[in-house]
């Protein structure tokens, strides 16, 4: 839980930057901070946890995107999507918002939320179709590396979307 | 039983990584068989070899997004042994403090959010309401307050000694990159009594809710979840159980020691076991043998496990936590020999065990809080030596965890294996899940989502950590259980994405 927020947006590059396109919402992430100009009312970090260590470093924010892989059978490599917890629910979990070691990112905030914890409003999630993420390397393969511009783009204009942040979807 | 039928609980998970419980009937409709299995993740020996061995402390806590914490003192321990240097007792106590820290949190989030849900929401429960949610609603909002409390204060200090957050970064061969101040201390004192506190309170969860209910005391005693087997652990000088430091000490299923060796001498006592329907290598004792999945004194297959490690020790090093240790093998039974308690072969009861891990953890904080050497600023050591090769060893969560380099004289990696906690559970792992199934599945039994569930149970007490035995990126395993009939037709299947 954060004692003192620094920005009212957190973007959060979710992955193992040692897996192959496991990394890719890191690398997404590192391209976003440095777009991003340095007055920005945004916090970028990557991490690569789930379940209840991915809510409580949520916390406190207002609005929160999370860029993270999705397993393959979710589109061509490459492929962006962008879900809302309630699609999450429903259908598809990324690669880290869940955890067989605690709980799934959904469960993990409805507790924070049960708690009066400072649960983020807004809570959109881009996920990136991958194809490797068995082998352990550096660079992310071809279609997925080629498709980092893009998420990139799709991650920017999310933080530049006006209005308040209303509750989430 | 022969109508195929496929039920799908939980849809929210399309991963492919998933773990699977594969339960074959035969044709009365009894279990014939149970197999685990359980995706491969590739190339960590290569990625590394190459490297300079000083990376790996923060290169193997990458492996792993639940336990980094164990992969960087293992790698730091190996470090020492490569570039032959003894840390001073002040950066170990200062190492044993941050790992103290870091048992807190691990087995406080196994049991409230992962093991605990069993017993407090109920093992029959719907699968939606087996959470830390289901807990909260159960027990109450203090109690999920109190568990996300410890987590936070915990991962505080973990940050604050580790140098960062989740993939600590201080570890270096013979030392540790940041003293403990004085003002830290004190801070970490009010987080460490707190801790001690929750340690009891969670004891009490335990004690009101699995003990104060006999229908839960039988399922933890039964005989679907006993295995007779080896445990391994390691103890300090006097046989007590430690995390951070000493000799590997293995017990067999009487409780007499086996062994007892120093863990650079690991490959003299453990080999590998191959089967051809899975790559898992499954672990023996060598001074045993391997006898196939079946438990008993000849067989070389041993457990590591919070179970195991108060098996294989005499008792705890704190005073609590020592209570605490002689409560649980006198309420189960365990007759004391030469001394020592006889081992606890429930395997439930290793949540049990944790709880007891988990107070002893916060007690060790506490003690080496307020011992001098802790501030000392001096934690850094020279380092001389030409590196060749090294073995070090921790106590994971999940088992006991031992890194080995190799080197060439510049310290860079040309060869690199790694024994994780949870392969050397994969034997007993194999063969509770089969033995749960075989008690829990009869000819007619009524495949509900319950009795998955109590399979899964048997699996669930190792809290195994596939991805990271596999050298994966772990905690995103979803468990798949899948039973055939004697035709090889799916009969149930259940889907667990959390």
């Known amino acids: 839980m954060r004692e003192s927020r620094s920005a009212s947006t957190l973007v959060l590059g979710l992955g193992n930057p040692i897996l192959t396109d496991d990394g890719v919402g890191v690398r997404v992430a590192e391209a976003v901070r440095a777009a991003l100009p340095p007055d920005a009312d945004v916090e970028v970090c990557e991490v690569s946890v789930g379940g209840l260590r991915l809510m409580e470093r949520m916390l406190g924010y207002e609005r929160v995107i999370l860029v993270d892989a999705l397993q393959p059978g979710d589109g061509e490599p490459g492929t962006l999507r962008r879900l809302t917890l309630a699609d999450l629910a429903e259908m598809s979990a990324t690669q880290h918002s869940t955890c067989a070691h605690d709980a799934s990112l959904i469960t993990a905030l409805e507790t924070a939320r049960r708690m009066g914890m400072p649960v983020p409003g807004e809570i959109i999630i881009y996920g990136v179709a991958v194809q490797d993420v068995l082998n352990f390397g550096e660079q992310p393969t071809p279609a997925v590396a080629a498709a980092i511009p893009a998420v990139v783009a799709a991650v920017l204009a999310e933080i530049e979307r006006a209005g308040p942040p209303g509750r989430e979807e | ?498």
Request: charged share 25%; aromatic share 10%.
């Open chain 2, 1 to 498: 039983m022969t109508t195929t039928q496929r039920i799908t609980i939980d849809p929210i998970t399309r991963l492919e990584g998933h773990g699977k419980i594969e339960i074959f009937l035969d044709d009365q409709g009894n279990v014939a068989n149970a197999y685990l299995q359980v995706p491969e993740l590739r190339g960590f020996e290569q990625f590394c070899v190459g490297r300079p061995a000083e990376e790996m402390p923060r290169l193997t806590n990458r492996i792993c997004g639940v336990c980094p914490e164990a992969h960087h003192m293992a790698a730091t321990k190996t470090l020492d042994a490569l570039y032959q240097v003894e840390p001073s007792s002040a950066v170990k106590k200062v190492r044993e403090f941050f790992y103290s820290a870091f048992y807190v949190t691990d087995h406080t989030t196994h049991f409230y959010a992962l093991g605990g849900p069993d017993f407090v929401v109920g093992p029959d429960a719907p699968a939606a309401e087996r959470n830390i949610l289901g807990v909260v609603h159960k027990v109450g909002l203090e109690i999920g307050k109190q568990v996300i409390d410890c987590r936070v204060r915990n991962h505080h200090v973990i940050q604050a000694v580790g140098g960062r957050g989740v993939h600590p970064v201080a570890g270096l061969p013979g030392g540790w990159s940041k003293a403990i101040s004085k003002e830290e201390r004190d801070e970490f004192e009010q987080i460490a009594r707190q801790n001690v506190e929750f340690g009891l309170f969670s004891l009490k969860v335990f004690e009101d809710i699995v003990l104060g209910n006999q229908e839960y005391v039988d399922l933890v005693t039964s005989d679907a979840y006993t295995e007779r087997t080896y445990y391994m652990g390691m103890v300090d000088e006097r046989n007590r159980v430690n995390f951070y430091d000493g000799q590997v000490r293995v017990v067999g299923p009487d409780g007499k020691e086996f062994v007892k060796y120093h863990p650079r001498d690991y490959l003299k006592h453990i080999a590998e076991h191959t089967e051809p329907w899975t790559y898992l290598k499954f672990p023996f004792l060598k001074g045993v043998g391997w006898k196939g999945f079946v438990d008993g004194p000849e067989s070389g297959v041993y457990c590591a496990t919070p179970l195991s490690r108060l098996n294989a020790s005499d008792g705890m090093a704190t005073p609590h936590a020592q209570a605490a240790f002689e409560k649980m093998y006198e309420t189960l039974g365990s007759k004391k020999v030469n001394g020592r308690y006889e081992p606890v072969h429930f395997r439930l009861a290793t949540h049990w065990a944790r709880l007891i891990e988990l107070l002893y953890a916060a007690e060790r904080m506490l003690e080496l809080l307020q011992d001098p050497e802790i501030t000392d600023p001096n934690v850094r050591a020279p380092i001389t030596a030409k590196p060749d090769e090294g073995i070090g060893c921790v106590e994971a969560p999940r088992g006991t965890l031992t890194h080995h380099y190799w080197t060439d004289e510049r310290g860079v990696l040309t060869r690199v294996n790694l024994i994780v906690g949870t392969t050397n559970n994969y034997a007993p792992i194999a063969m509770s899940v089969k033995k749960a199934a075989q008690s829990l599945i009869k000819k007619g039994t009524v495949i509900s989502d319950g009795l998955l569930n109590r399979i899964e149970m048997a699996f669930r007490a190792y809290d195994p950590c596939f991805g990271c035995a596999t050298h994966a990126l772990p905690g995103q395993m979803p468990l798949e259980v899948t039973i055939y009939d004697a035709e090889r037709s799916v009969v149930e299947r259940l889907q667990r994405g959390v």
